[in-house]
Nanobody
Framework: QEQLVESGGGLVQAGGSLRLSCAAS????????MAWFRQAPGKEREFVAT????????AYAGSVKGRFTISRDNAKSTVYLQMNTLKPEDTAVYYC??????????????WGQGTQVTVSS
């Protein structure tokens, strides 16, 4: 099994940047596609970005495309989300997940505990 732990969240001004990290403790990290989802207060969890097991392909939600970049380092069993030009509407708890290469949360088998990102105006 994989255990995922996110880090790197915090408070940032609109227009600023943050890089989130998600470290996996299992032994099969490279066998999974990875993804980031987020959930804002009072809203449903939404897809942000996903990356294939070897990092060869990525996909993004339209709301973040061009601003966010997902990447992974299988040697470190870590996936990253570089977030640039942050907007107040990006405020949410961000979760990393391991599973299938999909925009659907149902395709992911393992989830981290989440890290809070707050973007002030």
């Amino acid at each position: 099994q994989e255990q995922l732990v996110e880090s790197g969240g915090g408070l940032v001004q609109a227009g600023g940047s943050l890089r989130l990290s998600c470290a996996a403790s299992g032994r099969t990290f490279s066998m999974f596609a990875m993804a980031w989802f987020r959930q804002a207060p009072g809203k449903e969890r939404e897809f942000v970005a996903t990356i294939t097991r070897n990092g060869g392909s990525t996909a993004y939600a339209g709301s973040v495309k061009g601003r966010f970049t997902i990447s992974r380092d299988n040697a470190k069993s870590t996936v990253y989300l570089q977030m640039n030009t942050l907007k107040p509407e990006d405020t949410a708890v961000y979760y990393c997940a391991a599973g299938g290469y999909s925009s659907s949360a149902t395709e992911y088998h393992y989830w981290g505990q989440g890290t809070q990102v707050t973007v002030s105006s």
